[in-house]
Structure formats: C-alpha cells, structure tokens
C-alpha cells in the first residue's frame, strides 16, 4: 500500500497517510482543529528496488559482451 501526501489548502500543512489504492482521496484536513479541503499532491514514487543476492549489472550478459568488457579495462602495471 502506497503513501499519499496531502497538503491542506486552509492551515498549508503537509500530512502522510499510508492508504489502499482502491480508498477514496482524503477531501478534508486530518490535522486537529481544522477541516479544510486537502489536495493530493503528486510524488515521485520509489524507484525500483532489488534486494537479496544474484541481483548484479552483469547477470544476464552473454559471455562475448564479458570478454571484450575485460579486454577494454586498462591492465594494471
């Protein structure tokens, strides 16, 4: 479930809150004595993630491209 941020257009506070994706948008502040209209803002997201082992640049290269990868790095004296 992803977290929206929402910015109320009465107290110009800024809140998080952790909804399904299906869950109707928030339309008034949560914050305490205030119940303005809230609009959604738009976030960039989180990138993609891999976690855990085997999850490297170089797993599904052939071993041609592997081959000439190595002749190009400059030999160490």
């Known amino acids: 479930m992803p977290n929206y ?3 109320c257009e009465t107290c110009n506070q800024t809140f998080e809150v952790f909804q399904k994706m ?3 948008k928030l339309t008034t502040c949560i914050l305490e ?3 303005g209209p809230v609009t959604r803002l738009l ?3 989180s990138g993609l ?3 855990g082992t085997g999850f490297y640049e ?3 290269r052939c071993k041609s491209y592997s081959d000439a990868a190595s002749k ?3 030999k160490e004296k």
Do not use: M
């Open 5 to 7: 941020d929402y910015k």
């Open 22 to 24: 299906s869950d109707n």
């Open 33 to 35: 004595n205030c119940s």
């Open 43 to 45: 976030g960039a997201g």
């Open 49 to 51: 993630i891999f976690k």
């Open 58 to 60: 170089t797993d599904n």
């Open 72 to 74: 190009e790095k400059p």
